[in-house]
């Protein structure tokens, strides 16, 4: 069982930066891959980024890559989301989720009904 608990949403001017964070419970952090997602009001939930069981393995939407980062650090349980020129079209409420891989070979996904445990979620707003 792992419990996720996301914390540093908040609202930004656009062009702006915020890190969120997402601690993890358990012993086992370090078996699962962890993902954020994103849900913009009257929009459906949307991947943003995944990771590996370190941090040579990452992922990121289209419209997000160049601008976040994911990362993660396992002696603090911790997976971090680094959002760099922000856009109103970023707010949203953003979700962290861990993955355990069913393989060797497919270790991220992208898939949000793959994903095993789910945050409660943090909101970020973007002013313009």
């Known amino acids: 069982q792992v419990q996720l608990v996301e914390s540093g949403g908040g609202l930004v001017q656009a062009g702006g930066s915020l890190r969120l964070s997402c601690a993890a419970s358990?012993?086992?952090?370090?078996?699962?891959?962890m993902g954020w997602f994103r849900q913009a009001p009257g929009k459906e939930r949307e991947f943003v980024a995944t990771?590996?069981?370190?941090?040579?393995?990452?992922y990121y939407a289209d419209s997000v890559k160049g601008r976040f980062t994911i990362s993660r650090d396992n002696a603090k349980n911790t997976v971090y989301l680094q959002m760099n020129s922000l856009k109103h079209e970023d707010t949203a409420v953003y979700y962290c989720?861990?993955?355990?891989?069913?393989?060797?070979?497919?270790?991220?996904?992208?898939?949000?009904?793959?994903?095993?445990?789910w945050g409660q979620g943090t909101q970020v707003t973007v002013s313009s």
């Open positions: 990771i590996g069981w370190s941090d040579s393995i990452t």
């Open positions: 358990g012993r086992t952090f370090s078996d699962y891959s």
């Open positions: 989720a861990a993955y355990r891989p069913r393989s060797t070979i497919v270790v991220i996904t992208d898939v949000a009904e793959e994903y095993d445990y």
